[in-house]
């Protein structure tokens, strides 16, 4: 699936996000970068979705390839 595609589920499951906020890193996944400067892992090829925070993500939801199935 184009990186594109992935990141308008991303939005479509999360609308208080904003676009510019999300990274995708070298590794595949895409973060999304809260007020407090940290990365919260939103999407993952390997679904590997482990970060330190101190749970302000709690209402945030990950893109599963579940969520991706048409």
């Given at each position: 699936m184009?990186?594109?595609k992935?990141?308008?589920k991303i939005l479509e499951i999360n609308p208080s996000m904003k676009r510019e906020?999300?990274?995708r890193r070298l590794d595949g996944n895409i973060?999304?970068?809260c007020e407090h400067e940290v990365g919260h892992p939103v999407y993952s090829p390997?679904?590997?979705?482990i970060h330190g925070c101190?749970?302000?993500c709690k209402d945030y939801?990950?893109?599963?390839?579940e969520n991706l199935k048409d």
């Amino acid at each position: 699936m184009k990186i594109e595609k992935i990141i308008e589920k991303i939005l479509e499951i999360n609308p208080s996000m904003k676009r510019e906020n999300l990274i995708r890193r070298l590794d595949g996944n895409i973060e999304y970068i809260c007020e407090h400067e940290v990365g919260h892992p939103v999407y993952s090829p390997t679904e590997d979705y482990i970060h330190g925070c101190e749970g302000c993500c709690k209402d945030y939801r990950i893109l599963s390839f579940e969520n991706l199935k048409d």
